[in-house]
T-cell receptor, first 110, second 113 residues
Framework: RKEVEQDPGPFNVPEGATVAFNCTYS??????FFWYRQDCRKEPKLLMS???SGNEDGRFTAQLNRASQYISLLIRDSKLSDSATYLC???????????FGAGTTVTVRA | SAVISQKPSRDICQRGTSLTIQCQVD?????MFWYRQQPGQSLTLIAT?????????ESGFVIDKFPISRPNLTFSTLTVSNMSPEDSSIYLC??????????FGPGTRLTVL
């Protein structure tokens, strides 16, 4: 079983729509959680960290469910510029290594 | 976050040759990481490079194939040796942030013919 699993999508949504997707992780000792955004032919960039209480950054909301071992990302009022691959990234306690999901592709159409 | 640069940004190489990729950070960092991202796939950690010690390689990666240097706290190199077409990939360096996140360089796109 992969350490981090994501629905690859693609999620094709119109501008202004809300899109949400999840990521599951296998190791219950995981401690830190992140969403990264990767544009085509670019490096991954940190979108947001995911906190236990859930957190919001503008149109982006991240949630963590430790009991079911998943995290989610919700994008409200989608913009064309939100089109990208979103990587779910998990870090175990006492370990500097990151485990990456394969990514969820989101395409926002006009 | 740190500003990270990589050289070259891309290269096309012949089978059997070697390529050295440079990673420069604008601040001193203890840990630097080297990743590979093959087409259509996510990132795979190759090794962790600490200044003043041997790099630590992940399963499936060996020093003879991917020698790494870390001469100081702002610089590292990764060499891809005796290349084959299967080494065609994007190679990324990264540094660790304050909360276990990592920040990535722009990547080196390698094509091996």
């Amino acid at each position: 079983r992969k350490e981090v699993e994501q629905d690859p999508g693609p999620f094709n949504v119109p501008e202004g729509a809300t899109v949400a997707f999840n990521c599951t992780y296998s190791n219950s000792a995981s401690q830190s959680f992140f969403w990264y955004r990767q544009d085509c032919r670019k490096e991954p960039k940190l979108l947001m960290s995911v906190y236990s209480s859930g957190n919001e950054d503008g149109r982006f909301t991240a949630q963590l469910n430790r009991a079911s071992q998943y995290i989610s990302l919700l994008i409200r009022d989608s913009k064309l510029s939100d089109s990208a691959t979103y990587l779910c990234v998990v870090n175990m306690a006492n370990d500097y290594k990151l485990s990456f999901g394969a990514g969820t592709t989101v395409t926002v159409r006009a | 976050s740190a500003v990270i640069s990589q050289k070259p940004s891309r290269d096309i190489c012949q089978r059997g040759t070697s390529l050295t990729i440079q990673c420069q950070v604008d601040s001193q960092v203890t840990m630097m990481f080297w990743y590979r991202q093959q087409p259509g796939q996510s990132l795979t950690l190759i090794a962790t490079a600490n200044q003043g010690s041997e790099a630590t390689y992940e399963s499936g990666f060996v020093i003879d194939k991917f020698p790494i240097s870390r001469p100081n706290l702002t610089f590292s190199t990764l060499t891809v040796s005796n290349m084959s077409p299967e080494d065609s990939s994007i190679y990324l360096c990264s540094v660790r942030g304050d909360y276990n996140e990592q920040f990535f360089g722009p990547g080196t796109r390698l094509t091996v013919l």
